[in-house]
């Protein structure tokens, strides 16, 4: 590997288009060589004005082909696996979009062949740990400036879902992003989960009970609520409040914007360029397989307490030596 990473990215929709235009124009030491969808009309929409990008249909024709050093991969989660699998066998560093895959068997699977492969090669694309917001809290909880952090209060607001959009994308499309958030930010796994739903939205679908307050407790005690609000109807805004035992320090309250590609244009920016930036030195910063593995494990006990209103205990399976 020289100095420019050869990116394939899988996945020419939202989130593929959305990178592959980054790509091209912000980051650094790093080209977009290949772009696999199924849907080659859209792939080759997404290469336009590209100079040297390939258009490939099937991914494995790809990988035999050599047309790429690392792989970004943004389809939906139900199809990571099978890219997943592969690109580590061939040692390749991979960015994958939340979720890592879409329930925690295969999860597992994908730490297991990093710890075969005896290397990290995974970074997942939970970009709000790039956020300047969410690192000034994570930078006040390890300082200890305020005090030990005791709580976090959050709001997750989208302008609308997709008609498909159901209660357990509530959990696992959206509230993901702070499973992830709150182990990055607390430094700690999280134990239980539970979710309640009250008076319901006329915007919301029948399979969907929204707006919603998701009870989070972390191993070491601290409490979080995260209130979603996914048909609200005016806009995108995602705030984290940290409540310190001297002081309490909100981020993103002045941050409404129209969706989240606006809202975490340069969190995205910094994640994939320290992506790329890690993988040329043959290295993996950021949220690794394992975080992605725990994030999903999240969101099975948050889908079981959203279908009983429980409160559900996360279960985890023991931390491997390499993400120690
Ligand atoms: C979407 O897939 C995202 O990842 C957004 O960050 C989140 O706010 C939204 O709810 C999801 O649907």
Redesign the pocket.
Known sequence: MDNELRIGVVGAGRMGYDHIKRIHSTINNAAVSAVIDIDEEKAKQAVEGIEGAQVFTNFETALEADAFDAVLIATPGFLHTPVLLPSIKKGLPILCE?PLTTDSVSSWEIVQAEVEAGKRLVQVGFMRRFDAGYQQIRSLVEGCEHGELLQLSCE?I?PD?PASYTGR?LID??VV?EFDGIRFLTGEEIKNVQVRAGKKSKYASADLNDPAQVLIETEGGILVTVNTH?VSQYG?A?TTKGIFEEKHVSVGEDQVCES?EPR?VDAYDAEVQAWVDASLTGTQVGPSAWDGYAAVACCEAGIEAEASGKIVEVSLNQKPDLYK
Request: proline letters at 0%; hydrophobic letters at 40%; glycine letters at 0%.
């Open positions: 939340k997750h989208n879902v994308n499309d959206t992003h996914v995108y995602v989240f975490f």
